[in-house]
Structure formats: C-alpha cells, structure tokens
Nanobody, 121 residues
Framework: QVQLVESGGGLVQPGGSLRLSCAAS????????MGWYRQAPGKLRELVAV???????NYADSVKGRFTISRDNAKNTVHLQMNSLKPEDTGVYYC???????????????WGQGTQVTVSS
C-alpha cells in the first residue's frame, strides 16, 4: 500500500509564509518525481512545482521567485516553502508523485488528499 500524506496548510495573511510537506509511505522501490498542484473552487487544477529525484525543478510562472520545492530522498518526502503569499495562492494543495512500488516494474502516479491553504487579511 502506498500513501501520500500532506501537512502544513493553514490560514495566513498576505505576505506571510507557509511550508508544506508531503511524505510517501509504503513499499516503494523508487520515486521519479514529486510535486504540488493546487485547485481553487470552480477553477482548474494547476501545477505549482515539481522536482525529480535528480533535483531538477519546474515551477508555475505565478510562483517563481516566491516558492521553493525541495526533496529528502532518504525520507521520500517533498517540501514546498511558500513565501510572499498572495490571496490568489488560496486553494487546496495536492501532493503528487510518480513512483515504483516494490516488486512492480511500471511506475504509477499517486495523489494525496490535499491540504487547504488560505491567504486572506
């Protein structure tokens, strides 16, 4: 069984910071990439940031310079440091991972249940 568990969401004022974490657990033999998506009510889910096992990163233009994604490969954990938060950053943030289960050759994609981030004064 594989599970992604997010933490760190909450309510902050504009200009504030939050740090999200996502831990992948279960019988995992390898992780290709881990990342974060977000979705606001009535809007499409969008990519926020992704990082590969080799450290290559990709960010949405709207968060470049404000958000930083990082990984701890030994712990199968990804973090998203969010600074200078804006009201438009509000939404449910979902952890996503491409990984290989132990004993399985094909990689699969997994989602966490999401954590709410609200930026409001």
């Amino acid at each position: 069984q594989v599970q992604l568990v997010e933490s760190g969401g909450g309510l902050v004022q504009p200009g504030g910071s939050l740090r999200l974490s996502c831990a992948a657990s279960g019988y995992i033999s390898g992780i290709y990439s881990m990342g974060w998506y977000r979705q606001a009510p009535g809007k499409l889910r969008e990519l926020v940031a992704v990082i590969t096992s080799g450290g290559t990163t990709n960010y949405a233009d709207s968060v470049k310079g404000r958000f930083t994604i990082s990984r701890d490969n030994a712990k199968n954990t990804v973090h998203l440091q969010m600074n200078s938060l804006k009201p438009e950053d509000t939404g449910v943030y979902y952890c996503n991972a491409d990984l290989i289960r132990s004993g399985i050759l094909r990689k699969n994609n997994y989602w966490g249940q999401g954590t709410q981030v609200t930026v409001s004064s």
